[in-house]
């Protein structure tokens, strides 16, 4: 089931122009830096967008020129873990693995997950409960399930699903964020 849907969901992702990408996503970054959680969130740890995903980059770059401590995680493939580093500059970052940016090794600067006060997720399919289906390595699942800071998710409308079937190691997000509205998924 998640697989199919997965597979529906990422094909209508892939078709939407680079124009598109960019409006929906400047859309979804000002109602999360309207937040409240996003403007008391002393760390906030990014996704670095790829593959037609709501787009983090400005979202990033902002943050750093503001002066909002950063962090991005970077993929360990051997168990299926997210190591996180801090990110002082854009230019640290170079292709690492899935062809995702990620710090340079010599720049990476390892940070706790309990230094953390907000994870901004990404996702393939959302649900209003906060139940989400990525791309199936399990990667944030893990990562979440190791984290008291708040999650929000950012996606496109289409990419909310009125169920996603949840499976006992997935971890529900807080909040999710489109270019039309901010869903509470405790409420």
Same mark, same amino acid.
């Given at each position: 089931?998640?697989?199919?849907?997965?597979? !529906?969901?990422?094909?209508?992702?892939?078709?939407? #122009?680079?124009? !598109?990408?960019?409006? +929906?996503?400047?859309?979804? *970054?000002?109602?999360?830096?309207?937040?409240?959680? @996003? +403007?008391?969130?002393? /760390?906030?740890?990014?996704?670095?967008?790829?593959?037609?995903?709501?787009? /983090?980059?400005?979202?990033?770059? !902002?943050?750093? #020129? /503001?002066?909002?401590?950063?962090?991005?995680?970077? &993929?360990?493939?051997?168990?299926? %873990?997210?190591? =996180?580093?801090?990110? !002082?500059?854009?230019?640290?970052? &170079?292709?690492?693995?899935?062809?995702?940016?990620?710090? +340079?090794?010599?720049?990476?600067?390892?940070?706790?997950?309990?230094?953390? $006060? =907000?994870?901004?997720?990404?996702?393939?399919? @959302? $649900?209003?409960?906060?139940?989400?289906?990525?791309?199936?390595?399990?990667?944030?699942?893990?990562?979440? *399930?190791? %984290?008291?800071?708040? #999650?929000?998710?950012?996606? @496109?409308?289409?990419?909310? =699903?009125?169920?996603?079937?949840?499976? *006992?190691?997935?971890?529900?997000?807080?909040?999710?964020?489109?270019?039309?509205?901010?869903?509470? #998924? +405790?409420?």
């Amino acid at each position: 089931m998640k697989n199919k849907l997965r597979k !529906e969901l990422l094909e209508k992702r892939e078709k939407l #122009s680079k124009e !598109e990408v960019a409006e +929906k996503s400047k859309q979804i *970054k000002e109602r999360l830096f309207e937040l409240r959680e @996003f +403007k008391k969130a002393s /760390t906030v740890l990014f996704y670095v967008s790829y593959d037609n995903e709501v787009n /983090t980059h400005e979202m990033i770059k !902002e943050c750093i #020129s /503001t002066g909002k401590n950063i962090a991005v995680p970077i &993929t360990n493939k051997k168990d299926r %873990s997210l190591e =996180l580093s801090k990110l !002082e500059k854009w230019d640290d970052l &170079t292709s690492g693995s899935y062809g995702i940016l990620e710090p +340079k090794k010599e720049k990476i600067k390892e940070i706790e997950i309990n230094e953390i $006060d =907000l994870i901004i997720v990404p996702g393939v399919g @959302f $649900d209003k409960n906060g139940n989400r289906i990525g791309h199936g390595k399990g990667y944030y699942d893990k990562l979440l *399930k190791n %984290s008291k800071a708040s #999650s929000i998710a950012l996606a @496109f409308e289409f990419q909310i =699903l009125e169920r996603i079937p949840a499976e *006992k190691r997935d971890v529900p997000i807080d909040k999710i964020i489109t270019e039309k509205r901010v869903i509470d #998924s +405790k409420n």
